[in-house]
């Protein structure tokens, strides 16, 4: 066999396997953008992020560890997404529900698969601190003039 048609051989060895999503599985999924806090409430929180499209089912996970002790990330919360791989990127958004009014969290992000097997995003510890709640004391009462009511504003 003739050195060229080696090299050829190998060449096109080498973009099948390329675009075998089982082997694609062993690149690592990069984060390029975020994470962030899109919003926040007295009780919930939005985390948003993009990342490289993982490898593996369409069918993921887009998850978020927290806590309110940075070295105890013990919670969790989780989104479904359906991934394109026609897509480089993928943006991810997690819900977080059941937070404590004023209160700050800490929370690392992360994908998954189906089975909850990591994709092995490798992020860095972030925090957000949710809403306090508006007593009803801060708000200003006003009286109209034409119908004698009493309004609260903001």
Same mark, same amino acid.
């Given at each position: %066999? &003739?050195? !060229?048609? *080696? @090299?050829?051989?190998?060449? %096109?060895?080498?973009?099948?396997?390329? !675009?075998?999503?089982?082997?694609?599985?062993?690149?690592?999924?990069?984060?390029?953008?975020?994470?962030?806090?899109?919003?926040?409430?007295?009780?919930?929180?939005?985390?948003?992020?993009?990342? @490289? +499209?993982?490898?593996?089912?369409?069918?993921?996970?887009?998850?978020?560890?927290?806590? +309110?002790?940075?070295?105890?990330?013990?919670?969790?919360?989780?989104?479904?997404?359906?991934?394109?791989?026609?897509?480089?990127?993928?943006?991810?958004?997690?819900?977080?529900? #059941? =937070? %404590?009014? #004023? /209160? @700050?969290?800490?929370?690392?992000?992360? &994908? @998954?698969?189906?089975?909850?097997?990591?994709?092995?995003?490798?992020?860095?510890?972030? *925090?957000?601190?949710?809403? *306090?709640?508006?007593?009803?004391?801060?708000?200003?009462?006003?009286?109209?003039?034409? /119908?004698?009511?009493? =309004?609260? &504003?903001?």
């Amino acid at each position: %066999m &003739s050195r !060229s048609l *080696q @090299t050829l051989i190998a060449a %096109m060895a080498a973009s099948l396997i390329g !675009s075998n999503p089982i082997v694609a599985q062993q690149i690592p999924v990069q984060i390029i953008v975020g994470p962030a806090l899109e919003s926040a409430t007295e009780k919930s929180a939005i985390i948003r992020w993009m990342s @490289t +499209t993982p490898a593996g089912p369409a069918e993921h996970f887009g998850v978020v560890h927290y806590g +309110t002790d940075p070295k105890d990330l013990s919670q969790m919360a989780k989104s479904p997404i359906r991934l394109n791989m026609a897509h480089p990127n993928t943006i991810f958004r997690v819900r977080v529900d #059941g =937070l %404590m009014p #004023g /209160t @700050t969290y800490y929370y690392t992000v992360d &994908s @998954t698969g189906p089975d909850g097997t990591s994709d092995g995003v490798k992020g860095t510890v972030n *925090q957000f601190t949710t809403r *306090q709640v508006e007593s009803n004391r801060n708000r200003k009462r006003i009286k109209t003039e034409a /119908t004698g009511r009493t =309004l609260s &504003s903001p």
